[in-house]
């Protein structure tokens, strides 16, 4: 066994007897495909208003003004603001950005009738 040189600083690193929640995580989010990213709700935007359960990834949480909701129930309602964190395959992620897009065009196609309306009941 080789002698430690005292004229050297050494750090002592163990590991625990037992092995925690995240290391056994970690492992399993190196085979997945899924990724994590985060999204932000913006005022007035497609997500504001939205439950958390009907999106087409997972929520495992919402970061709301610095309070952590974790594991959101379905009908959490998404608020301007929010981060949310979600998991998904690249297909889910790129299906949310879609979800957006269209809750987007449906919302203008809303606005536009009752322009619409509200242009005729005013003749």
Do not use: N
């Amino acid at each position: 066994m080789a002698k430690l040189d005292q004229s050297e600083e050494y750090r002592l690193v163990t590991h625990p007897d037992t092995s925690s929640d995240l290391a056994e995580f970690i492992p399993v989010i190196r085979d997945v495909e899924e990724t994590m990213t985060r999204v932000i709700v913006e005022a007035g935007g497609p997500l504001e208003g939205e439950f958390a359960g009907w999106l087409p990834v997972s929520v495992p949480v919402i970061d709301r003004a610095g309070t952590a909701i974790p594991f959101p129930a379905e009908r959490e309602t998404l608020q301007a603001g929010d981060v949310a964190y979600v998991i998904g395959t690249p297909a889910d992620i790129a299906r949310l950005d879609q979800y957006e897009a269209d809750r987007e065009r449906a919302r203008r196609m809303v606005d536009e009738s009752a322009e619409q309306v509200e242009a005729v009941g005013d003749d």
